[in-house]
């Protein structure tokens, strides 16, 4: 029986069949300069014992019968349960099966978002059964390669229901920006294979030589970030499809050392938001208006809180999530400590730890830049908001509007542009705080508590060493005397030995 022959049972309705037009194409026909002699053998796609001694991909049948395809460009995929796809074990028919799983797969990731795009600007790729026109973070989901496809057969004794959840639920490992980032990675691979012509078949697993070669066409164009981030999203491609992965092989490790040797893609350090640029900010603002309340609490929470801009901001006006966003809504504690009033708001997600978030807090500073003051004046102006506005959301009329991410960039780098002071990026206010934290005697182990970092790699962001060090300095030379001092029970008594002279 050819290997996607279909089940003598009655025929299954097309859910995907465009209303008019050619038929479509079959979902996972090879190229036809692909060899596709025999079948894929199970016992190799089952063993990850095998997978050392480079094996050759699975196969397909000469002549496999037509798979329920994609959509064609520009419909949406049904809005189906994704529970209702088959449960027959083994499955009868292979076609339907992978399919389902596909299909299944792509429900249970993006419930409300099932709709193909045009490729934007430089984006294109040659167009393929295998590679429908979907947005980039649903790329890694509903791309396909013959190995994939027949690892999904190899399969065939677990119910696709659950391979359909198991593959969405890898996806959601990853944050939805992730996923876009993963998915350009899949994308430049793509391209990269089909100027050079290579098979479908030898794309997965892909071999290291051919890893080799796709990190070394970037050499002269891209950075060694935008490499290593291109090489993860193949590499986690991989991984949803089972498939084995030799991007840790040396020759690879090789090659992606050469990228950028001289750093011409290498950006130089981003300065430090300094209050200087905070006071800036707050000049050109109406305080008493719904906008410029929100943008002054949110330029002092990410400064004293030494937060990343992505914390407390949303990617796009439709973008805010609260599995990832701050909201009104979020956990808010206030409470005093040594004279001074403490705010802590919870987030919901951070970089480093995930889905069990951390915490924005703010300590009053009883100046024109105190972070309490400006949070407490965003909620009175701003004030009777539903549970899932964005934190720092303003009104406008009878709807919110939260302040995006690139526009409140574009909005304090004018500012800033025509104050002359110095250009800085979205990271800059995390990096300007704990270098002013650091500055005033505050113990890096703390900053690091403030800024939620779990290791001193935020070290990497200091700025300002000539200011800093002498800080640090100062302090354990001071504790080191007044450890002598108690050692040898005698009173610190340096500063009487000095004769301080005023001049007048």
């Not at 350090?269 to 305080?287: A, M, V």
């Not at 990617?315 to 701050?326: L, N």
């Not at 703390?446 to 290791?455: A, D, T, Y």
Request: glycine fraction near 6%; hydrophobic fraction near 40%.
């Amino acid at each position: 029986m050819a290997f996607f022959a279909p089940a003598t049972a009655a025929p299954r309705q097309n859910f995907f069949a465009p209303s008019s037009g050619p038929a479509p194409q079959p979902f996972f026909a090879p190229s036809p300069t692909d060899p596709s002699p025999g079948a894929p053998d199970p016992g190799y796609l089952a063993s990850s014992s095998q997978h050392d001694a480079s094996p050759s991909p699975p196969r397909f049948a000469a002549t496999p019968a037509p798979i329920i395809p994609y959509p064609a460009a520009h419909t949406s995929l049904p809005q189906r349960d994704p529970f209702a796809i088959s449960s027959t074990l083994p499955a009868l028919d292979e076609q339907a099966m992978v399919s389902d799983v596909l299909v299944g797969s792509l429900i249970h990731a993006f419930p409300s978002d099932l709709k193909s795009r045009r490729p934007k600007l430089g984006n294109a790729h040659r167009p393929s059964p295998l590679r429908p026109q979907v947005a980039a973070r649903m790329r890694l989901l509903a791309w396909q390669t013959p190995y994939g496809a027949g690892n999904i057969v190899a399969h065939k004794h677990l119910p696709p229901a659950d391979m359909a959840k198991s593959r969405a639920s890898i996806l959601a490992s990853l944050a939805p920006n992730s996923q876009s980032t993963y998915a350009a990675g899949l994308l430049r691979f793509t391209q990269y294979c089909d100027r050079s012509n290579i098979s479908e078949h030898l794309r997965m697993p892909a071999q290291p030589f051919l890893l080799c070669c796709f990190i070394a066409d970037s050499i002269g164009s891209h950075g060694l970030k935008s490499a290593k981030n291109w090489l993860n999203g193949v590499a986690f491609w991989h991984h949803i499809n089972l498939a084995p992965w030799f991007g840790d092989e040396p020759c690879v490790k090789k090659v992606l050392r050469a990228v950028d040797k001289d750093n011409k893609f290498v950006r130089p350090p981003r300065g430090p938001i300094t209050l200087e640029h905070l006071r800036c900010i707050r000049s050109n603002l109406d305080l008493s208006s719904p906008f410029g309340a929100a943008t002054w609490a949110l330029a002092t929470a990410c400064f004293w809180g030494c937060r990343r801009l992505g914390e407390l901001t949303v990617p796009t006006k439709e973008g805010f999530d609260p599995i990832y966003h701050a909201s009104r809504a979020s956990l808010i504690s206030r409470f005093h400590s040594a004279g001074h009033e403490v705010i802590s708001v919870h987030l919901p997600w951070t970089k480093t730890t995930r889905n069990l978030g951390g915490s924005l807090i703010l300590t009053s500073t009883d100046d024109d830049v105190c972070p309490v003051w400006a949070f407490d004046n965003h909620t009175r102006i701003n004030h009777s908001p539903s549970s899932n506005t964005p934190l720092f959301a303003y009104r406008n009329a009878s709807s919110w509007i939260p302040i995006v991410k690139p526009a409140f960039l574009v909005f304090i780098s004018n500012l800033f542009r025509e104050a002359k002071l110095e250009q800085v990026l979205g990271h800059s206010f995390r990096i300007g705080g704990s270098v002013h934290l650091l500055c005033t005697g505050v113990e890096p182990e703390i900053v690091m508590k403030i800024g939620g970092w779990s290791s001193t790699c935020f070290l990497i962001y200091w700025r300002k060493l000539e200011m800093v060090i002498p800080v640090a300095l100062a302090r354990a030379w001071d504790k080191q005397r007044a450890a002598f001092c108690l050692r040898h029970g005698i009173e610190d008594e340096v500063d009487a030995e000095i004769d301080f002279v005023r001049l007048h």
